[in-house]
């Protein structure tokens, strides 16, 4: 049977998931694979990024924002145009300027690198920024939000001094980074990569295989020191460096990246990237660094696409865009009137919570609840009244009746927010 007619990929594919949950939307009057994000995926995005933000402030990495487009000599320096060039929006001629849609954002942060007077005491400097991509996907390779056209990734670069005991720790730190937010979005891993350049194919990379060689041990070095279980894949490197690629297998049998680590010791040549050295009063008064390439999570349209492909939409609590409903059991005044004090102690203590449509039957109330994936029902009825407690189901134990004082509902609404230790904390204990 073909993929495309089973019916359980069909029920599991996220295109067919968001029907119920509103995220993303595609429009032909906008642009083919152009997604635009509904209030309730655009809420998902920012819960993700905030997170992601506090995970990165741990590790010491400073914010950037910066420009959509780029001139075209910019991209000639940096090699995307040479290598990357097919997947690149044609040029928009400006005056006597040719900018660029830009595909990676990593030429503009080395931008960024340039204008500070860094020395060695200023390395690692590490940046990141959630930055818009385009990149022009064939028509057969578009595919809802898992690969598009126009793309937001959580893109951070780290600028480090030729030092291999340096260069491994951060990449270490890189890899339990991205643990940590895998662990906490709570998505599943298939297999990691080593993605290594190809011998037998070299116009695709730099030509310096000592340089490749030294470049892949030292990610394998790493791999091997953590007792990580990967897999050697020849020909998947990036053209300026070897990575370590964390990959998951898509409902529709898709391999696909979600994060990476990639190793980069040509953008500062390219680029003359200097910081001052210590070694000043023996006539080496600059260096080059080399760049570590992060995507903690890749792109927001993607990892949504696969949260919601392996969870079958139900997303971690912490996530859900409405975490909990509340079902008045009764048309009395005094069972609605405490229900309201409810909804608006919960709101207090910044849970989002909804109330049942009073238009609707309590059963349709409830199976829009289960349709729009809403992790916690509250039900609220005469006894609940009289006794002010609560009696809540979670969607993981549907038959599981809790009856519970409202203290103890947002003490456990704490634990399924907070659910996850990072890794760096655990290391460190």
């Known amino acids: 049977m073909a993929i495309g007619k089973n019916k359980t990929f069909q029920k599991n594919d996220h295109r067919e998931i968001n029907k119920k949950l509103k995220f993303f939307h595609f429009s032909e009057n906008v642009g083919s694979s152009l997604p635009i994000w509904l209030p309730n995926g655009e809420l998902v995005k920012h819960l993700i990024k905030q997170y992601l933000k506090k995970l990165e402030t741990e590790y010491n990495f400073n914010f950037v924002t910066t420009p959509v487009l780029g001139k075209i000599e910019m991209y000639k320096t940096s090699g995307h145009l040479e290598h990357y060039q097919e997947y690149m929006f044609p040029a928009i001629k400006v005056n006597e300027q040719k900018l660029m849609l830009r595909p990676m954002a990593c030429p503009h942060h080395c931008k960024v690198f340039c204008h500070q007077n860094y020395s060695y005491q200023d390395l690692p400097v590490r940046m990141s920024e959630n ?69 037998e194919n070299m116009k695709k990379y730099y030509h310096d295989i000592n340089l490749w060689k030294k470049t892949e041990n030292i990610l394998e070095e790493v791999l091997t020191e953590l007792k990580v279980t990967f897999e050697k894949v020849k020909g998947e490197a990036a053209f300026y460096g070897p990575k370590i690629d964390f990959q998951v297998n898509t409902v529709l049998q898709h391999d696909v990246t979600i994060s990476t680590i990639q190793l980069d010791f040509l953008l500062g040549e390219k680029f003359k990237l200097k910081y001052r050295t210590k070694k000043q009063n023996k006539g080496e008064i600059f260096a080059t660094p080399i760049v570590v390439h992060l995507g903690t999570i890749g792109t927001y349209e993607r990892l949504l696409s696969l949260l919601l492909e392996q969870k079958n939409g139900w997303l971690p609590f912490w996530l859900s865009p409405a975490q909990i409903m509340i079902f008045s059991m009764n048309n009395d005044e005094t069972t609605k009137k405490y229900a309201q004090k409810v909804f608006e102690f919960l709101k207090s203590h910044d849970l989002r919570v909804e109330m049942m449509d009073v238009n609707k039957k309590i059963s349709e109330n409830i199976k829009l609840a289960w349709e729009r994936k809403v992790p916690v029902h ?17 969607h993981n134990h549907p038959q599981t009746k809790h009856n519970k004082d409202i203290f103890q509902l947002i003490d456990q609404c704490q634990k399924w927010m907070n659910n996850i230790e990072s890794e760096k904390n655990k290391k460190q204990k």
């Open 131 to 199: 930055v818009l991509l385009f990149r022009y996907e064939k028509s057969g390779a578009i595919h809802g939000l898992e690969r598009v056209r126009q793309m937001e990734l959580k893109d951070a670069h780290i600028f480090l001094p030729k030092n291999k005991s340096i260069i491994k720790k951060e990449i270490t730190n890189c890899f339990f980074m991205i643990k940590t937010a895998l662990r906490k979005l709570g998505l599943k891993i298939d297999k990691i990569y080593l993605s290594l350049h190809d011998s």
């Open 378 to 394: 509250i039900f609220l009825g005469k006894q609940e009244t009289e006794s002010k407690t609560i009696t809540y189901i979670h």
